[in-house]
């Protein structure tokens, strides 16, 4: 992955220092706040954490409370407690398939299907690994587009992202802006908003973060 810093030491940094925007051909560039990210994720070895989200795909909506479940480098469980589909659940372990059980009558019955199957994703398409903490922050390091960062509110920082070609297939298609909102404690992020024009697609809260757990094969 691609990664860069930019220091700045004159008196006019300051002038700067609350906006960082960046345009890229490519991809999005790098910002303090993804750099500080990069940081303490290559400290983390796995983590377990709650993820509240509310997803628009036309005229439908979809809210869902999730369990995840992860260990490097790619063992992912997770498990819908709260909304459409509770009680479903998939393991992912690398590759294409997940391996799980829809909620209800049919817990009992477990299933190895696509990341793609309907039954394995949310209502906008989104898969067990697209879910993941650092993949969600990895479209911001890897999305072409502009990319900004500013002070955020209850002590956090916020990285926007407008991207460059919102036509694209998969998931994010239509996803003009994104904007995620990173603990300055931790540096880990708490939330995550996209927006179709002035429409919200996915608001999304990260809650109950813990990392290195201790986690093992047992627990997927």
Do not use: C
Request: glycine content about 12%; charged content about 20%.
């Amino acid at each position: 992955m691609h990664r860069f810093t930019r220091l700045l030491s004159s008196a006019g940094a300051m002038a700067i220092a609350l906006v960082v925007s960046t345009a890229v051909a490519g991809k999005a560039a790098m910002t303090a706040a993804l750099g500080a990210f990069d940081e303490a994720w290559s400290h983390v070895n796995d983590y377990t954490v709650n993820v509240k989200a509310h997803e628009v795909q036309g005229s439908s909506s979809q809210d869902r409370v999730y369990q995840y479940w992860f260990r490097k480098p790619h063992q992912a469980k997770t498990l819908i407690t709260s909304g459409d589909g509770r009680g479903s659940g998939g393991v992912w372990n690398g590759g294409d398939t997940v391996s799980g059980h829809q909620g209800g009558f049919l817990s009992g019955i477990h299933l190895t299907v696509s990341i793609h199957d309907g039954r394995a994703t949310s209502i906008r398409g989104y898969t067990i690994p697209d879910g993941l903490l650092q993949n969600q922050v990895g479209q911001y390091e890897n999305t072409k587009g502009e990319l900004s960062q500013k002070d955020g509110a209850n002590n956090t920082t916020e990285v926007d992202l407008k991207v460059a070609s919102p036509e694209s297939s998969g998931p994010n298609s239509g996803v003009t802006k994104m904007a995620i909102w990173f603990s300055n404690a931790t540096h880990m992020p708490v939330r995550q908003v996209r927006w179709a024009g002035d429409a919200v697609v996915t608001d999304e809260t990260w809650n109950d973060l813990k990392t290195n757990v201790g986690l093992t094969d047992k627990d997927f």
